[in-house]
């Protein structure tokens, strides 16, 4: 940048800071040369970009911010060791396909704990799934015919476990902020 440049985005700043601090005060004035001046250098600050276990994160965040209200039931939430015979109250989004139904959960009372689930109509049965905003699996859990028992995790699970995050991250994540 030339002198010539750097001293009228000095002046800008200049001009900036006052209005700042007569209309908004001395800390937001702070704040707003902050956004202003790295900006009029060209030193910008880059938009995060969410990689990894970010992604699915992010997946969660926007499945507890902005989908329905639901509930476990209580033996699925004692299964997973969410509560004691109690319902869950989770933040839910769903899709279905033909008589495949997949879910995330995010509990309401600890956003930590998120449940993936899979319901496969046909067969009558469900696998779901329990992990955090990391995506590290924590839990399986698999109901046959109405009765259900944690699993022992298999490598088919850890499997099929990616494969669910997977969806939701593409299903949820924007793809400019999946990069």
């Known amino acids: 940048m030339k002198r010539a440049q750097k001293a009228d985005v000095f002046r800008l700043g200049a001009v900036a800071a006052k209005v700042a601090r007569l209309r908004f005060g001395g800390p937001l004035a702070v704040l707003l040369l902050a956004a202003i001046l790295p900006a009029a250098f060209g030193q910008a600050q880059p938009t995060p970009v969410f990689h990894g276990p970010r992604k699915?994160?992010?997946?969660?965040?926007?499945?507890?911010?902005?989908?329905?209200?639901?509930t476990l039931p209580p033996h699925i939430s004692t299964l997973l060791g969410l509560s004691k015979e109690e319902e869950c109250a989770v933040k839910q989004s769903v899709a279905r396909t033909g008589k495949l139904?997949?879910?995330l959960d995010v509990s309401v009372t600890?956003?930590?704990?998120?449940?993936?689930?899979?319901v496969d109509e046909t067969?009558?049965?469900?696998?779901?799934?329990?992990?955090?905003?990391?995506?590290?699996?924590?839990?399986?859990?698999?109901?046959?015919?109405?009765v259900g028992a944690?699993?022992?995790?298999?490598?088919?699970?850890?499997?099929?476990?990616?494969?669910?995050?997977?969806?939701?991250?593409?299903?949820?994540?924007?793809?400019g902020a999946a990069k």
């Open 56 to 70: 699915f994160e992010l997946a969660a965040d926007t499945t507890f911010r902005g989908t329905v209200h639901a």
């Open 150 to 175: 944690v699993v022992r995790i298999t490598d088919e699970d850890r499997s099929a476990f990616q494969k669910e995050k997977q969806f939701w991250v593409d299903r949820l994540v924007p793809s």
């Open 110 to 118: 600890n956003k930590d704990d998120i449940v993936l689930f899979v």
């Open 123 to 146: 067969a009558n049965e469900q696998h779901l799934y329990l992990t955090s905003p990391s995506g590290t699996l924590r839990k399986v859990v698999l109901v046959k015919a109405g």
């Open 101 to 103: 139904v997949q879910g």
